[in-house]
């Protein structure tokens, strides 16, 4: 007999279980949340970001390092967009990786008899199904496309490699055309499904409910790519796992076509609070920023200040109540742990947002000893100074010891009571603010 004692605590008579709050939902029996796989397109979309050229050698370097990291699949730009594109790929497919290297190709059957000869593990085939690409991509109605469809499966699958069917710009697209054409194709023995929001249009709602729709109609396993154009990568890419998709397709930083797809590491974000073990036994997690660094140089833009996990603030706590509780327990503004992925965990003391509590820990870093009282008043002299100016950290270190030689040494402090502090005791750096205060981990 178990007892419920709080929201998320349940004992029993030999054991506490906790219980994640941001797990699956019991109604979301078919989630993968537990159990996914990711698909790595670096290669292939983040190819189409305006800014990306990979050479060879930077296209080893990317798949070896997604590799380490541990994903499942890498997809490459398809074979026939140029020679070097197709030679890049047959050097990939010889690295022997451990993730299953992928080639992504139009449904047609001179882009998969070029496909099937690179030595890749599987093959990604896609065509447009709404009516905007029916009409201005490749003019062709669904009869076609579920004749070649079949006739590209058929052959790839001939040839012993995987081979997924995906329906371009999906949630655009007739659902009764989707369904058929996915169950035509899952009939016929395809690997995978895969549902593409080509123009970021789809909201986390009609993620769920599209692919719980196909979830009972084929048998195979869904993959998801999910675009960003309106900000829902990650939110779409959780929900189509909750629904019950098997595989996401990502970017490192989530370049891709316009502004890209569901991003590796704001993903890794999302999924560790969600299923942590999971991600943690199966994911090399502190590969994330080195990762990022490889790709943001390649492609030469620099990493979001706001990006989940690697951005410069991403583990920084500024205002005072914050910082207060975080050195008490950083659960209280953290969901997730920096150590996780091999980051720091910093509070920016140095502004006039500070309070007591931080300055007190910066006084004990500094090995210096005042009374809790004491602390209070240098942190009115800190706050008064940040508020003429930005603060950096030698700023208030040097207020902070000032004062501390001022009470300890009692003729000082009373000429310094009797002339008022001077702020020209100050060490002025002509160094610009520092971004980031000392970590309080350190
Ligand atoms: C949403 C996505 O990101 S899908 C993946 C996009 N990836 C790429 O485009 C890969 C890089 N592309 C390329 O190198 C070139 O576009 C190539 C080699 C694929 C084709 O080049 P071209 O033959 O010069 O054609 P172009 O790019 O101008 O037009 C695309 C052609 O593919 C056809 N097409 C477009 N999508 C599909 C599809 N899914 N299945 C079959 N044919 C398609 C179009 O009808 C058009 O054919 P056309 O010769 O009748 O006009
Ligand atoms: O092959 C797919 O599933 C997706 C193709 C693509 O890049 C897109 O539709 O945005
Ligand atoms: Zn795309």
Redesign the pocket.
């Known amino acids: 007999m178990s007892e419920t004692t709080s929201n998320n605590t349940t004992t029993s008579n030999t054991e506490t279980v906790k219980k994640n709050p941001y797990a699956s939902h019991a109604a979301d029996f078919l989630s993968n949340v537990n159990n996914f796989q990711l698909i790595d397109s670096t290669l292939?979309?983040g190819?189409?970001f305006a800014n990306a050229f990979f050479d060879t050698e930077k296209k080893i370097e990317i798949a070896k390092a997604l590799d380490d990291f541990g994903v499942d699949y890498i997809e490459l730009?398809?074979p026939?967009?140029?020679e070097q594109?197709r030679k890049d790929c047959e050097a990939i497919c010889k690295l022997g990786l451990k993730a299953k290297i992928l080639t992504?190709?139009?449904?047609?059957m001179d882009?998969a008899r070029v496909a099937v000869e690179t030595g890749v593990d599987g093959v990604d085939?896609?065509?447009?199904t709404s009516k905007f690409?029916r009409q201005y991509?490749?003019?062709?109605d669904m009869n076609y496309?579920a004749k070649?469809a079949v006739e590209v499966i058929e052959f790839v699958k001939s040839k012993g490699i995987e081979i997924r069917f995906s329906s371009?710009?999906s949630f655009r697209s007739d659902l009764v055309d989707l369904l058929n054409i996915y169950k035509t194709v899952d009939k016929i023995g395809v690997n995978r499904i895969g549902i593409?929001d080509?123009v970021g249009c789809a909201n986390p709602r009609q993620v769920y409910e599209l692919v719980r729709t196909l979830r009972s109609v084929v048998s195979c396993d869904i993959e998801c790519h999910l675009h960003n154009d309106t900000g829902c990568a990650i939110a779409n890419a959780y929900c189509a796992l909750e629904g019950g998709a098997k595989l996401i397709d990502v970017c490192v930083l989530g370049i891709?076509?316009r502004n890209g797809i569901t991003p590796l590491g704001g993903l890794m974000a999302r999924m560790i609070v969600a299923a942590p073990e999971y991600v943690k036994s199966k994911y090399k997690l502190h590969k994330i920023r080195d990762i990022e660094n490889l790709v943001s140089e390649a492609v030469e833009v620099n990493i979001p200040f706001n990006n989940p996990i690697t951005g410069f603030c991403a583990f920084t706590h500024k205002a005072g109540i914050h910082a207060k509780a975080i050195l008490a327990n950083p659960s209280t503004y953290e969901i997730l742990d920096p150590q996780d992925f091999g980051m720091k965990r910093y509070i920016h003391f140095a502004n006039r947002l500070t309070g007591w509590n931080a300055i007190k820990s910066r006084v004990d870093q500094l090995n210096l000893s005042l009374t809790d009282d004491q602390v209070k008043e240098v942190t009115a002299k800190i706050k008064k100074m940040g508020d003429i100016r930005p603060l950096n950290i030698d700023d208030v270190d040097s207020i902070i010891k000032d004062f501390h030689q001022e009470v300890t040494t009692p003729m000082l402090r009373g000429k310094a009571l009797a002339t008022s502090p001077s702020q020209s005791s100050l060490k002025l750096d002509s160094e610009p603010p520092a971004k980031k205060a000392k970590t309080s981990s350190d």
């Not at 992504?104 to 047609?108: L, M, N, Q």
């Not at 085939?125 to 447009?128: A, F, K, N, P, S």
């Open positions: 292939r979309e190819e189409q730009t398809s026939v967009a140029s594109s992504h190709i139009r449904c047609h882009d085939v896609v065509i447009g690409l991509s490749h003019g062709k496309i070649s371009e710009d593409a080509t891709g076509e």
